[in-house]
């Protein structure tokens, strides 16, 4: 397996609606398991194809680490509940940022294995959120796009200012020692060292 490069915000693969896969070979399967390992390289809990420059749909997640429950799903489709969830995110493509982020508590996806197979995850809290977040990622859509009010203002701000390039720029090169694979690059739904439920994601270094 392979640690894959990673995009940020500014490439438009990251603002691309995905293309269905339709091919279950060789390739898609090693695709998979380079983005699990590169998912738990950098941190992650979740990773979309187009954050590896891959406009496909599909994703990894593995919310509690290697050792944990980890899995992917081709051809999502998304269901949400109706109760709110609090809590922060950040994003791998989005170096450096983080903030609250309006989620629902319960979310479920169906879709496809790297086999073809029927799969199905339900959850509620940090995977939920995971799951809504990734598939957001499948559709052209970022996290910064569903805050709201000052949370969004201000990570608008940051964007913006003159020296948000310095720091994206000084992230990917951290992160280009690791990289092992001239694929595109790519983002993560990134994760706090020890973060609980509900808590900021990703927004550090890598």
Known sequence: MT???VRTIGDPVLRTVCEPVTEFDADLS???DDMVETMFDIDGVGLAGPQ???SLRLFTYGIEGPDGEVGHVINPVLEIGEEPQEGGEGCLSVPGLSGETPRRNWARVTGVDRDNRPV???AEGLLA???QHETDHLDG????DRMVGEERKKAMRAIRAADYNDVSAGVQRQ???NVSSGFGAGASFGRTAGSAPGAAFG???R
Not at 141 to 144: D, K, S
């Open 30 to 32: 090693r695709l998979i």
């Open 120 to 122: 199905e995850v339900e």
């Open 129 to 131: 959120r995971c799951l």
């Open 141 to 144: 859509r970022l996290y910064i």
């Open 203 to 205: 927004g550090g270094a």
């Open 3 to 5: 640690v894959l490069s």
């Open 52 to 54: 590896v420059g891959v």
């Open 175 to 177: 992160r280009a020692g």
